[in-house]
């Protein structure tokens, strides 16, 4: 992560979790999200992972529960630590997952695809 990026989290306001907290988030009842593209979506995603590109998020924002905690997630943390930004000037709690898929797959966290196959980070 930038120090750019890093002072405007600090800043501010998008709290950051690394994998395995983001996973007992998870486990306690928030939402992961995925806001990848849909091809990277395709290789491989979290099992438990709701997908809204980021691209349509601020006009979906609203199908988003309000009252749970929202972790959201992208290939590296860049495009999520947006879309958590997004979520919290809309009211909602959200967290970013710092290093996105690539940290959620490097400590071992599932990876599924099509069918419920091993998936991979695209």
């Known amino acids: 992560?930038?120090?750019?990026?890093?002072?405007?989290?600090?800043l501010g306001?998008?709290?950051?979790?690394?994998?395995q907290?983001?996973?007992?988030?998870?486990?306690a009842g928030a939402v992961l999200l995925d806001v990848r593209e849909p091809y990277?979506?395709?290789?491989?995603h979290a099992p438990q992972a709701r997908h809204l590109p980021l691209g349509q998020l601020s006009a979906r924002v609203e199908r988003l529960p309000a009252d749970r905690e929202v972790v959201v997630v992208c290939r590296?943390?860049?495009?999520?630590?947006?879309?958590?930004?997004?979520?919290?000037r809309s009211g909602r709690q959200a967290r970013?997952?710092?290093?996105?898929m690539r940290a959620w797959s490097a400590d071992g966290l599932p990876v599924v695809g099509p069918g419920g196959r091993p998936g991979r980070v695209a």
């Open 13 to 19: 306001a998008v709290p950051a979790v690394g994998p």
């Open 76 to 88: 590296s943390g860049n495009r999520s630590r947006h879309a958590a930004a997004l979520l919290v």
């Open 1 to 10: 992560m930038s120090l750019v990026n890093r002072l405007r989290d600090a």
């Open 96 to 100: 970013n997952l710092h290093g996105g």
């Open 21 to 27: 907290e983001a996973k007992d988030l998870v486990d």
């Open 40 to 44: 990277e979506w395709a290789a491989g």
